[in-house]
């Protein structure tokens, strides 16, 4: 049994050298702060969203932003927009499931806001929906996947597609990526 712990320590790492070894996935980031940066700077918000597991990690790094990362200071605009169990329900229930974030991104989002959602497969139909309503209003996507990058490839504006197709070292990746952007938000950000 402890070899098999130990081979999903390896897995993990195995995924992160990758990342550690793109030169483009490290530009991408790069991209991303100056992305989140600019639109606070210009009063705008960060929305999340994601399914499972991915909802977590979207509630999580929304959090990061609104509470705190490394430095004590003002609460930044960033939400998971499936935090709303009310109207969560009521909108599977009323309409359906794939609706759940597209009716908020065209009721809450502004042109300027930036949307970042999880999904390892890149084909959740409800993130899907949500990146297309974006594009339509105006707002940046930015897509956390798996390698392939499925649907949410071609809708997102900086897309962060994991080297993996296993939902465990792809979520892993994207709460590590997703630390790193908001250490470096934070910093840039209360730096200026």
């Not at 991209?31 to 979207?58: E, L, P, Q, T």
């Not at 490839?153 to 630390?179: A, W, Y």
């Amino acid at each position: 049994m402890q070899e098999r712990f130990k081979d999903n320590i390896r897995s993990s790492i195995k995924v992160k050298e990758q990342i550690l070894e793109d030169a483009e996935m490290i530009s991408r980031l790069e991209k991303a702060i100056g992305i989140i940066v600019d639109a606070f700077r210009k009063g705008n918000r960060i929305w999340f969203c994601g399914n499972g597991g991915s909802a977590a990690d979207a509630q999580h790094l929304a959090a990061e932003f609104s509470g705190r990362f490394y430095i004590d200071r003002m609460a930044l605009p960033a939400e998971a927009l499936h935090c709303n169990s009310s109207y969560l329900t009521a909108v599977a229930n009323d309409y359906s499931y794939e609706v759940i974030y597209s009716r908020l991104v065209q009721g809450i989002c502004s042109k300027g806001d930036v949307l970042i959602g999880l999904s390892t497969s890149g084909n959740s139909g409800n993130i899907v929906k949500a990146f297309e309503t974006a594009r339509e209003k105006g707002i940046i996507t930015v897509g956390f996947t798996g390698s392939s990058g499925g649907k949410l490839k071609d809708l997102s504006d900086l897309l962060f597609n994991v080297p993996s197709n296993d939902t465990p070292r792809i979520q892993e990746s994207h709460i590590m990526l997703g630390h790193i952007i908001c250490q470096y938000v934070e910093e840039v950000y209360f730096s200026s």
